[in-house]
């Protein structure tokens, strides 16, 4: 069986197009005039101060970081300094004390110097001989006397 067609709603009142395009333009302009608010023009000089502070404080922490990396770089390359004179002194140290222990036959041998281990530099007045050195073993008890006699072997 065939359906009957709809009918179509009763005519009522249409819509008014140009009434609505007066009243749609009203509500613009009155949509407008929000930004006189105060509440709302405070809120963006709200926003603008802290945009300001986000600036300022990325300029700061940037600053921060540039003198803490140069800071940390330097005292990086002074460690390094400190380290590398360190080492290269014991170094010295060990080749000095293996040679005297090779070459030292009586209490007059000469003895090769030791360097200071924190900068690398002469001993002041370090003993000349072997002789000079039991001296100051004796003088400050470092250690038990060892006679050159014991050494050779």
Do not use: C, W, Y
Request: aromatic share 6%.
């Amino acid at each position: 069986m065939a359906q009957a067609p709809a009918q179509a709603p009763p005519l009522d009142e249409q819509p008014d197009f140009p009434k609505l395009q007066r009243n749609i333009a009203e509500i613009s302009v009155e949509v407008g005039r929000f930004s006189n608010m105060p509440a709302i023009a405070g809120a963006d000089r709200i926003l603008e101060a802290i945009e300001s502070m986000k600036t300022d404080l990325t300029a700061t922490m940037t600053a921060q970081k540039t003198d803490l990396t140069a800071a940390m770089n330097s005292i990086k390359s002074e460690l390094i300094n400190q380290i590398t004179i360190s080492l290269r002194a014991l170094d010295a140290n060990t080749t000095a004390r293996f040679v005297n222990n090779q070459n030292v036959r009586t209490l007059d041998s000469p003895v090769e110097k030791l360097v200071n281990v924190t900068n690398g530099a002469d001993i002041p007045d370090f003993p000349l001989t072997f002789r000079q050195i039991m001296s100051l073993q004796s003088r400050f008890r470092l250690f038990p006397p060892f006679l050159p006699s014991q050494h050779q072997g």
